[in-house]
């Protein structure tokens, strides 16, 4: 299944250096022969949100069917630092956006760890330090970063003119902007349609394509009216896309300024919050505590109705916002892709498989192509293509990764090859197999 030229037929796959040679409807001949007899044949799926920090946790996305991840909602503030301490040493294929947000926590010394959690947050930036921050993004993408990452949310100080003027750099390097747009959360938010129109008319305005990350949290109630806005203002030549993960909860970090309105809250609020580390629910007395010792939360406050929404909408990719599976996260990190699959597709009837597949392949690579001349080789099944490919039984495929455990690795992905190597061989991880390469934007010296 092929879901960029639609093919949906039996067909024999060869592949040769890494990269697919032949789709043939007559057997081929080869040193090494898989057996996919009854099974689905499709393009790796293509991971646009991710923030995990050790090779091992792209094992738990290996076998949950992703062949190529990006760091791009936060970004990094050293491009070069970010892929030479991955090279060599990844299962799958992997790239980062620089990042607005950790490029101020620099400029500003702010002293938090992923999100801002001092000045970078709470602070203007002056025109010197503005003057950084955009040099900052400028020198990220002429290192080859895939786009310019947004954490809107957690940069609340940070001012129109200056969040324009990042846009425009990135404009000027045909890379996109991958945000989480400002005021909207898990944690809750006054309007949610201001974020989101904010990043359309700096979209609007300079030229930068924008990308918004996990529409079902970040929208929550108004998940109807944030498509229609986006839909529209595709309609209107705004080159605006969007993503979702297959969750109930979101997960940040508890001394962000997500929670800076959660000082006084009913005990049922804080009911809503769960302490990744231990499992338990918060009350008033720990979430203070907590926050003070700062970490990972949970936020149990999306239904099941919305995110089926989000999932489903034409327009949504299935991207899954995963972390380190070590120390435990969000079961999202290893479950996202075939759970989507499980359940919308299999179980509930409200996505097709090709749909499912297009939102996890084509999509995602499009979003990155023009950025990076490589993703045009990857995210489809054809000759040339880059070998990533999975292969799995549709009838049995899910995750197992919960709240409570959530290091645990999807099953039902039989075989997945990234750039002709065997990462997952008969449903289990291939130890010591790292062919994962860079994805990366061209470098200006
Ligand atoms: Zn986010």
Redesign the pocket.
């Known amino acids: 299944m092929d879901p960029a030229s639609g093919l949906d037929a039996v067909r024999h796959v060869g592949v040769r250096g890494g990269r697919v040679q032949a789709l043939s409807a007559s057997p081929l001949d080869g040193h090494r022969t898989i057996d996919a007899t009854g099974l689905v044949v499709a393009p790796g799926f293509i991971n646009l949100h991710w923030h995990g920090t050790q090779p091992r946790s792209n094992t738990f996305e290996a076998m949950d069917g992703v062949t190529s991840t990006f760091e791009l909602?936060?970004g990094v503030a050293d491009v070069d630092r970010w892929y030479d301490e991955r090279a060599g040493r990844m299962p799958i294929n992997y790239g980062a956006a620089v990042g607005h947000a950790p490029v101020r926590m620099r400029v500003m010394d702010d002293p938090g760890a992923f999100v801002p959690a001092g000045p970078a947050a709470r602070q203007p930036a002056n025109d010197a330090q503005r003057g950084q921050i955009l040099e900052g993004i400028e020198r990220g993408l002429q290192r080859g970063a895939v786009g310019v990452g947004f954490?809107l949310?957690y940069t609340p100080a940070a001012s129109r003119r200056e969040i324009l003027d990042s846009f425009r750099v990135a404009a000027r390097y045909k890379a996109a902007a991958y945000v989480?747009i400002r005021g909207a959360?898990s944690a809750g938010s006054a309007d949610r349609e201001e974020g989101l129109l904010e990043v359309i008319a700096h979209s609007a305005v300079s030229g930068a394509p924008v990308h918004v990350?996990?529409i079902n949290?970040?929208a929550q109630e108004a998940v109807d009216r944030l498509m229609e806005v986006i839909a529209q203002a595709r309609g209107n030549g705004v080159d605006v896309s969007t993503e979702a993960y297959p969750y109930t909860a979101g997960m940040?970090r508890i001394e962000s300024f997500l929670f800076d309105t959660w000082g006084d809250k009913p005990e049922s609020e804080y009911a809503k919050l769960q302490w990744v580390a231990t499992g338990e629910r918060l009350t008033r007395e720990s979430f203070h505590r907590y926050r003070r010792q700062g970490g990972f939360v949970l936020i149990h406050a999306n239904t099941e109705a919305r995110v089926r929404q989000a999932i489903v909408h034409p327009l949504s990719m299935i991207a899954s916002?995963g972390f380190d599976t070590e120390p435990p996260s969000h079961p999202r990190s290893a479950g996202t892709f075939t759970r989507t699959l499980a359940r919308y597709v299999r179980e509930e009837q409200v996505l097709t498989l090709m749909e499912a597949l297009r939102k996890m392949t084509i999509m995602p690579a499009q979003r990155l192509e023009t950025r990076v001349p490589d993703m045009a080789l990857r995210g489809r099944l054809a000759p040339g293509a880059f070998a990533d490919i999975v292969v799995f039984d549709p009838a049995t495929v899910h995750d197992t990764a919960t709240y409570e455990q959530p290091a645990r690795y999807a099953v039902g992905m039989r075989h997945v090859l990234v750039n002709g190597q065997p990462v997952v061989h008969d449903g289990a991880p291939v130890p010591d197999a790292l062919p994962g390469l860079p994805v990366r934007a061209p470098l200006h010296q």
């Open positions: 909602e936060i954490g949310a989480h959360s990350a996990h949290s970040s940040t916002d």
